[in-house]
Structures are given as C-alpha cells and as structure tokens.
C-alpha cells in the first residue's frame, strides 16, 4: 500500500472536519429549532391561558353568572331564603306569620318561566341591576357590586347588596259585629274600637231598661288572606260568622242562643199562647198579668182596649206553639218571636173549629230575677 501524498493528506484532513463541522452544524440546527418550538409552544399556552382566563372573566359578567345563584333560588321556590336575603320584602301584620308570606310568595313564581332582564341603564362594569321576571310578571329586583381584583382578568366575584321582592299590597277586610261581642283574628284577639252603627230597632221596646248593643263596624288592613275570624258572645258561646269572600266582609248578628235560651223559649210559647187566648176573650186579664213586667203599658193598651176582633164561640184550644226566632241581646234582655195556631169552635157554622194563626213578637227582660215581657212588636 502507497503512502499519502501531502496533498492527499489535506484533503482527508478537511473532508473530515468539514463532516465534523456539518454534524456540529446538524447538532445546533437541531438545538435551536428545539428551542424554538419550546418557546413557541410556552407562548402559545401563554397565550391559550390567558384566553381562557379572559373567556372566564367574561362569562363572569353576564347576568346568568352574576345572580346563578339568586336565580336557582326563584326556581326552586325557595321563597323562605328569598325573604330572609330581601333587603325590601312584603310585610305580615299581627294577623298573620312569616310563613303566610313565604307561601303567598311563591303565587308570584307560578305565572311562568323565570328569566332575568337587565336594567340597561344603571349597568356598568362593577355593578349590576336586574329585574326577575315570572313569565311576564315582574316579581323582584335584585343589584349587585363587584369585589374588588387585582387583575382586570381575575374571575370576580359578585356580592348581592339589595333585593326587593315584590308583591300586591295587602287587602283589607271589613267586619260587622255587635260591640259586646269579642272578635279573633286568625286566633288573635282583635280589641279596636269599631264606628258605632245605628241603634237596634229592639231599643224602641226596650225602652230605658238597658241601652241595647249595637252593630259595630271594623275596617282591619294587612291580609295576603282572607283571615279566619271568630265571634264569641259575653257568656262565651260561639257565634256564627258570615263571610263574602268577593269582597272581604265578615258579619256576626246577635247572638241566636244563649245558656238562657230553653228557658225564656217555653216561657214565651206559654206567654204567646195566653196572648193569644187573651185577645180573643178565652183568658181573664188577671191570668196575663204575670207574664209581663210590672206597670207594662203594652198590657195597659190591651187591658183597656175593646176585643171585637174574634165571632163568639164556644171553645179556645192552643194545638201548637212554635219558637221561629230568638234573639239574645244581653244577659238580661232577649227577644223571642213564637206562632202559635189556636183553634176556635164557633157557636154556629160549621163544626169544624177555625184555626187562628197569631205570631207573637215579644221582647223579654230579667226582673227580681225572672224573665218578663216589656214589649211587644206589632
């Protein structure tokens, strides 16, 4: 084997640094195209994170964001946590409880889906106000503000500074009642005083004995419902309430029983029916004398008058007395309306006996401790 010129000696020289020199060139190329694809790829996720931090910020300020949480309550019809967030909110009276609102509260959640609607105009970045709606029924308006961030790209949070919920104004009812009758509300006593209506048509017969209550009228605000309302007379008897529900009104007459009533009742069929056989010339005067009160002027009228109403016969008979009204105005005065039907037998005509009807309205009062009759109605 021949050695290597000089000349070939160089050559092999340069040919392997030049080899050498283009694997080192490979070697940076590579390096550096790594390098550059490891910077590129941290700015593109750079870049990608602050994309997502900004669509998070974003999202952030629309309404579904700023009050999700306000808004899963109307559509739960969590109304009992809505009442407690309110700033404003609808009022119960002494009548009635919180849990009256809450439940008259969710009425307003049943006319439609719910949805926000911001109020446009007193908007800005840090503070947003919305009205929510039911359907199309406004049912509350809800503000809130911003807390503070370091950075504008930051998720922010949102606090709730006013929610209004809103409602009808509460109705008012209005109650007629005798003003010695106590009256309950919902079970609460009910102790106004009440405009004094007119004077009974009682107190024409009753005269000066006792000054006869009257029907009283009450006008009470502060219903979401119409209330349950009680009446209940002196001697603690439950009396029947009338209620029209169109317009709210209560009414209580006098009292129709009372722990006196079987008593004055067979007294005044007993009273009626001498009255009866009195007007008619079958009892002496004497006998309807002890169901009145002393010097009566009703008894005075009848005594004196001439009886020519009735033809003669023979014979009276009383077949029935009923009792088709009764009325207690107080523990000493009462009325008590009784038909009684009186059978005559007549001297001539026929032998079947005409019936008499007589219908007595007699007005009894307690005197020395017994019921007597002061007055009659016409």
Known sequence: ??????????NERMRKRRKKGARMYRIFLLSWMLCLLA????????FDDYLVRYEAA?????????AGDLLTLFRTEDTGSLYDLATERPEHG???????VIIYLRNYLHNGPISLEPVREETTDDHKVFLIDSGDLTVARAEFVKAPVIDDLDIPDWNLTSLILYADDPRSIHISAPDNVSLLINGTE?????IPGEEPVAQRFIGDYEVLPRINEYDVDGFYYLPDVAAISDDGTNLPVLCDMNNGTYYVDYPGDSAYRIEVEALAKEAVSAYANFISGDLPEGELKKYFTADNIFLYYMEHAELKWFTRHRASEIHSAEVVDFIAYSDDVCYCEVIVEQYL??????????????????YFVKQNGEWKVLGIEF
Do not use: H, Q
Not at 58 to 66: H, Q
Not at 190 to 194: D, K, V, W
């Open 190 to 194: 009910y102790s106004e005083i009440g």
């Open 94 to 100: 002494i009548y009635e409880t919180r849990e009256d």
């Open 39 to 46: 910077l590129l790829a941290a700015v593109l996720k750079k």
């Open 1 to 10: 084997m021949s050695e290597l010129t000089d000349e070939e000696l160089y």
């Open 58 to 66: 974003y999202r952030a300020t629309l309404p579904e964001y700023v």
């Open 345 to 362: 037998t007549m001297e001539w005509g026929p032998r079947e006996p005409e019936v008499i009807i007589t219908d007595g309205k007699f």
